[in-house]
């Protein structure tokens, strides 16, 4: 079997990005709310996103560089501390697509989309009314790596989960069978996660007893 070797210092930057966003996939996406210093609302899909920490619980998303500044998310993010990230499921895909467009700053994506918030419990970004799981952070630091295409690694704390309540399994998890995630592939190309399978982990899970004093929730 023949492998194409791709040296990351011998490729440039706009192959390196093609590479990763092929070989990580799927990935989730994080569809951030966001509010500038002059109260208008911003929304964005980032699918460079993850968990740093589950306890406390802490979050990232990677945004990347607009014009050599700030992309309107991480500058508000920064400015105003509070924002939201909803989980992107099978229905809402074209809105979440259409709020990746490059719109010019202060433009109210919620309103150019027609999309319906509620106001948000603890930070001043508003909630995408009837999204299945919404979750309030609350800003801690920013990363920012590269020289000539910048990245900006922006790590907050879930303050407040919204969960629909059909979703709840066992009064614990969210039920993937019914959220129906989307997820984010290379290129324009993203997947429905309908086959879902399990098996049991060969160790005892955090959800399940704490990692170093063995006790069980």
């Not at 980032?46 to 990232?60: E, G, K, R």
């Not at 700053?105 to 930070?123: A, K, M, W, Y």
């Not at 919404?134 to 900006?152: I, N, R, S, V």
């Not at 309908?194 to 063995?214: K, L, R, S």
Request: aromatic share 10%; glycine share 6%.
């Amino acid at each position: 079997m023949e492998y194409r070797i791709f040296n990351s210092d011998e490729i440039d930057h706009q192959q390196c990005y093609r590479l990763l966003i092929g070989s990580i996939v799927p990935r989730p996406i994080a569809w951030v709310s966001s509010m500038d210093e002059d109260g208008v609302p911003n929304l964005a899909p980032f699918s460079f996103f993850s968990i740093v920490s589950h306890y406390p619980p802490l979050v990232s998303i990677t945004v990347g560089e607009k014009e050599k500044g700030h992309k309107d998310t991480s500058a508000n993010i920064a400015a105003t501390k509070g924002y939201v990230i909803h989980t992107v499921t099978k229905g809402w895909e074209h809105q979440m697509n259409e709020s990746a467009a490059a719109l010019p700053r202060h433009v109210n994506e919620f309103e150019t989309i027609g999309i319906e918030t509620v106001p948000s419990d603890l930070v001043n970004a508003p909630r995408i009314k009837d999204c299945p799981v919404a979750m309030e952070c609350e800003y801690q630091q920013t990363l920012d790596f590269g020289d000539d295409w910048k990245t900006y690694v922006v790590i907050g704390k879930v303050l407040r989960w919204h969960v629909r309540e059909d979703l709840m399994l066992d009064d614990k998890y969210v039920n993937p069978h019914l959220l129906k995630p989307i997820g984010r592939l290379g290129g324009p190309r993203y997947c429905h996660t309908d086959d879902i399978f399990e098996m049991q982990a060969p160790y005892v899970q955090p959800d399940i007893a704490h990692p170093n004093t063995g006790e069980k929730n």
